[in-house]
């Protein structure tokens, strides 16, 4: 351990020590790394099947500011993959109710829930304060809206959709010139861009828990500048035969996001 090392461990608690212990063992991570995990800020846009995971883990691990937004709340069909929720739970605020069980995880970090659907209109005021977004919503009207805010304020993006026995897990760092964008994938809106897949089409729940624990490894992977990065990549998942597949995705030319910055 390194001199800088020895002065940041002197500033941790033995409680904070214990607690990150297994992460502050690895080389990766160290004391250094576990430092900007605490000072780092995450927004989850959705409690649900991948935001649920996402959330538990985020918070385990150490994020110093986790926010939540999501204005439903907790239903009976939630239950089979929306792991942060319990039958007690039922009719609760999703986002209240997820702060609360991640407060009991670990009371150490900050938890702001947003109960409220992301828009036009508040998505600058919420997205400010957090420097990166994790995507787990179930509509493409709000994976659009989070994708274009994240491109125009250069934030890094970890996107996850799930449907039926496949998932998907994209990163666009847009701090790089050349990061792709969800646009660069899906040019255009789908049809019923409201419409949550998993309610009419089915899902797997493990495979939520898949997906969604491996984007807080990327968003781990992006705070500490670890690893290969995703960005540049769909990650696609298939639970049936179980394979995993990095497919390459470029910056597409005449892409809207890069077109409107012109």
């Keep these: 351990m390194d001199q800088q090392e020895n002065k940041i461990l002197m500033k941790f608690t033995k409680k904070q020590l214990d607690r990150y212990s297994r992460q502050i063992i690895l080389k990766k991570v160290g004391v250094i790394g576990q430092k900007k995990l605490l000072k780092s800020s995450v927004l989850i846009v959705g409690a649900g099947g991948l935001g649920s995971p996402i959330a538990i883990y985020l918070s385990a691990l150490g994020v110093g500011k986790i926010g939540i937004v ?13 792991i942060i929720f319990e039958t007690n739970d039922l009719k609760k605020e999703k986002s209240f109710a997820a702060v609360k069980k991640l407060k009991k995880i ?5 938890i702001k829930s947003f109960k409220k659907n992301l828009n036009s209109k508040n998505i600058n005021q919420i997205g400010k304060e957090f420097h990166i977004i994790v995507d787990g919503s179930d509509n493409f009207k709000t994976r659009f809206l989070i994708n274009d805010f994240c491109f125009k304020k250069k ?3 970890i996107s996850g959709a799930i449907s039926k026995f496949d998932g998907q897990v994209y990163t666009f760092n847009f ?4 990061s792709p964008c969800l646009r660069c994938f899906i040019p255009k809106m789908p049809p019923n861009p409201h419409i ?5 089409d089915g899902v797997l ?20 500048g670890i690893g290969s990065t995703l960005c540049g990549f769909i990650l696609i998942v298939d639970a049936l035969k179980l394979t995993f597949r990095k497919v ?4 597409r030319t005449g892409c809207i996001c890069y077109e409107k910055k012109k």
């Design 70 to 82: 999501d204005k439903d709340k907790v239903e009976i069909s939630n239950l089979n993959r929306q």
């Design 106 to 110: 670990n009371p150490e970090i900050s």
């Design 155 to 157: 934030k890094i993006l």
């Design 175 to 178: 701090l790089k010139k050349n």
């Design 196 to 200: 949550d897949n998993c309610e009419f």
């Design 205 to 224: 729940a493990p495979l939520a828990g898949t997906i969604g624990t491996i984007q807080a490894s990327e968003v781990v992977k992006e705070i500490l």
């Design 248 to 251: 390459k995705l470029n910056k």
